[in-house]
Nanobody, 130 residues
Framework: EVQLVESGGGSVQPGGSLRLSCAAS????????MTWVRQAPGKGLEWVSS????????YYADSVKGRFTISRDNAKDMLYLQLNSLKTEDTAVYYC???????????????????????RGQGTQVTVSS
């Protein structure tokens, strides 16, 4: 059974950094694209970033481009999201999700349908506040 477990969230001041991790199990991790989404208080789920399998192509929402970095370690079945230069508007619960394809172009994430559990983890809270 697919299992995704996020960790690494916390409370930081604006300008701070965090590194989120997602431990994957129950499927061939290296064969699938993976995604991070987030949900801010009172808002819907928002696509943040994705990484393809194979060539490792990465994509970012405009709101996080240049500040966040997605990466994966296929040997450890781990997905990561490095969050730098955090802003108060980055406050949200962050989820990792398993996509249903190996690779996709950037356009595939324009109207991204967020997978439901268990293809999405339970989330980790990131709070950015002074």
């Amino acid at each position: 059974e697919v299992q995704l477990v996020e960790s690494g969230g916390g409370s930081v001041q604006p300008g701070g950094s965090l590194r989120l991790s997602c431990a994957a199990s129950g499927f061939t991790f290296s064969a699938y694209a993976m995604t991070w989404v987030r949900q801010a208080p009172g808002k819907g789920l928002e696509w943040v970033s994705s990484i393809n399998s194979g060539d490792g192509s990465t994509y970012y929402a405009d709101s996080v481009k240049g500040r966040f970095t997605i990466s994966r370690d296929n040997a450890k079945d781990m997905l990561y999201l490095q969050l730098n230069s955090l802003k108060t508007e980055d406050t949200a619960v962050y989820y990792c999700a398993k996509d249903f394809w190996a690779q996709a172009p950037r356009s595939a994430y324009t109207n991204y349908h967020v997978p439901t559990p268990p293809h999405r983890g339970q989330g980790t809270q990131v709070t950015v506040s002074s």
